[in-house]
């Protein structure tokens, strides 16, 4: 894989708006964010993104959403004015007159790098969140994908295994990223909303995919496993619960569904209200599923430990640090070395479920469908959900922009994460 070289020059900060030393007299006032994201309609980033909105503005913050694209919808209802929303169509123009508006002291991106260049030409200081892994890109994809990144005074990581994958590719020091794992809003585990008729055979126990339908997501073999699993037990339903995602893919696994023989046994489900989802953890799932090909920090993973729910995840993402969390994750080996994905082998996976991790999927399905007790005392599971809760995500992020000095201007500029950090980079333990 091609290793990436970034010819970026790096500014001074204003002074004025350096978010680190704030105004010559006195003390800083409170940060003016903005958040940059591709879209706010509906999913697993959009809830993030609005997350930490709700933590900045409850730290004082100033806060206004930034959307790249003109696609955005249910989320822009839930902030708290609709003031608080910029839809910039891609219009470089628009977006750096919403950055004086806004009076812009900080701007968190994710999943975007649209407008980074001109923000940092303006001293703004830059935060890149790394999401996932991006192996649908190909090399030369990846390779201005991370020069892009790299443009930002701080870069960083929602999991080890997001982080160890662009260090690796990109090829540049682990520590060049800070790790920052996602954090949740536990609120919704006190919802009261009933859920709705999803339409499920009573008695059987339910295994749970909750994942928007992309390849990367890799439902074939999650349906190839409950094929398999039939054989041997009857007693059990596949609930295969997300957004459509791609067209051509989300045709695939229909298709796959209906020629399947053990079609009664699968069900599809395609959207349950946030606040219905303690409802369906508590009254609804017996095991989550999630046998993805790939994941950044998934935010069904953090549900689940905090509803205690019993999982099975193949070994991307957070997986690793669910099972130290939970000794009722289950952890399998993925269908692939991520290494190894792009985007042709991605395509041939989502195809098909005979893959090297089938069986080991199937094996474990069957022990869960045995597996009894285990459920987390209360006070384990208080420590738990302040550990993945929402206030510790939102306080490493707001430390990082209180206390962190842009990098400097002397770097090299063709190996910009040769630059030394201002402090050693930290752990989720000492972000603490």
């Known amino acids: 894989m091609s290793r990436v070289k970034s010819p970026v020059k790096r500014p001074a900060m204003n002074p ?5 030393t704030g105004p010559s007299t006195g003390a800083a006032p ?12 509906k999913g ?21 959403v930034l959307v790249e694209n003109n696609i955005a919808g ?5 902030l708290e004015s609709p003031d608080h929303a910029v839809i910039l169509n891609r219009e470089e123009p628009r977006f750096v007159e919403t950055l004086a508006a806004h009076g812009i002291e900080v701007l968190h991106y994710h999943y975007s790098s649209f407008g980074l260049a001109a923000a940092r030409a ?14 649908w890109l190909d090399d030369a994809g990846f390779a201005h994908h991370a020069r892009q990144v790299l443009q930002a005074d701080r870069v960083t990581a929602v999991s080890e295994f997001v982080r160890s994958y662009f260090a690796g590719r990109a090829g540049c020091p682990a520590d060049r990223i800070e790790l920052i794992p996602n954090g949740v809003d536990l609120g919704w585990l006190e919802g009261a909303a009933p859920l709705p008729d ?12 909750p994942a928007s339908f992309h390849p990367v997501k890799h439902h074939p073999l999650a349906i190839r496993a409950a094929e398999m699993l039939a054989e041997r037990h009857r007693g059990f339903q596949l609930v295969l619960l997300g957004n459509p995602g791609e067209e051509a893919y989300g045709a695939h696994v229909e298709r796959l569904i209906a020629a399947s023989p053990a079609r009664a046994r699968i069900t599809r489900v395609d959207y349950v209200p946030h606040d219905a989802m303690a409802a369906f953890y508590r009254e609804v799932v017996d095991c989550v599923l999630l046998p993805t090909l790939q994941e950044g920090c998934s935010n069904v993973v953090l549900e689940a430990l ?6 099975i995840l193949t070994d991307v993402g957070n997986a690793r640090e669910a099972r130290r969390m939970s000794p009722r ?8 070395d991520v290494a190894a994905l792009g985007p042709a082998r991605i395509a041939a996976l989502s195809q098909t479920g005979e893959t090297r991790n089938l069986r080991a999927l199937v094996e474990a399905m069957a022990a869960a469908l045995t597996m009894r007790g285990g459920a987390a005392a209360p006070e384990v599971l208080a420590e738990r959900r302040a550990a993945i809760g929402l206030d510790r995500m939102v306080d490493a992020y707001h430390r990082l922009f209180r206390h962190s000095a842009p990098l400097s201007a002397a770097a090299d500029a063709t190996q910009p994460w040769l630059v030394p950090l201002a402090s050693p980079s930290k752990t989720p333990e000492t972000l603490a």
């Open 329 to 336: 994750v289950r952890v399998i080996e993925a269908a692939e």
């Open 306 to 311: 905090a509803a205690d729910r019993p999982m």
């Open 74 to 78: 249910a989320m822009l209802g839930r």
């Open 44 to 64: 697993g980033l959009e809830q993030v993104a609005l997350n930490l909105y709700r933590g900045y503005r409850a730290r004082g913050c100033r806060v206004v």
């Open 16 to 20: 004025v708006m350096n978010p680190v």
């Open 198 to 209: 999803l339409g499920l055979p009573e008695g059987r126990f339910v295994f749970a995919m």
């Open 122 to 135: 303006l001293g703004i200081f830059t935060l890149y969140t790394l999401h996932n892994v991006y192996t």
């Open 30 to 41: 409170p940060l003016s964010v903005g958040l940059v994201v591709p879209s706010f309609d």
